[in-house]
């Protein structure tokens, strides 16, 4: 059984469409975040900006949703789904 914490991120996420689809269409392998506004522009009707993308996932690197792999780097960072970011993926319907 989850605990509170999980719920209360769990909320956050389905709380926005944006970040719902972000971490729905979130792989299993590296991704930038280009490439994932790419998928999620191809797969849904949202139109996410590059500077949108690169905020969602710097909100979920703070929340531990997902890990920035060579966060040093200017362009091209690559996001990686944590075990806490899969449980709640899991969830959604």
């Given amino acids: 059984m989850e605990?509170?914490?999980?719920?209360?991120?769990?909320?956050?996420?389905i709380m926005g469409s944006q970040r719902k689809?972000?971490?729905?269409?979130?792989?299993?392998?590296p991704i930038t975040a280009e490439e994932l506004r790419?998928?999620?522009?191809?797969?849904?009707?949202?139109k996410l900006s590059l500077r949108?993308?690169?905020?969602?996932?710097?909100?979920?690197a703070e929340k531990g949703f997902v890990k920035?792999?060579?966060s040093n780097a200017p362009y091209n960072r690559l996001?990686?789904?944590t075990n806490?970011?899969?449980?709640?993926?899991?969830k959604l319907v």
């Fill in 38 to 46: 790419k998928k999620i522009n191809e797969k849904t009707n949202l």
């Fill in 3 to 13: 605990n509170s914490k999980f719920w209360k991120d769990y909320s956050w996420i």
């Fill in 21 to 29: 689809e972000v971490i729905r269409l979130l792989s299993d392998n």
């Fill in 52 to 60: 949108e993308m690169s905020r969602h996932l710097t909100s979920f």
């Fill in 79 to 81: 996001y990686l789904i």
């Fill in 68 to 70: 920035c792999l060579n």
């Fill in 84 to 90: 806490t970011g899969k449980k709640i993926r899991g």
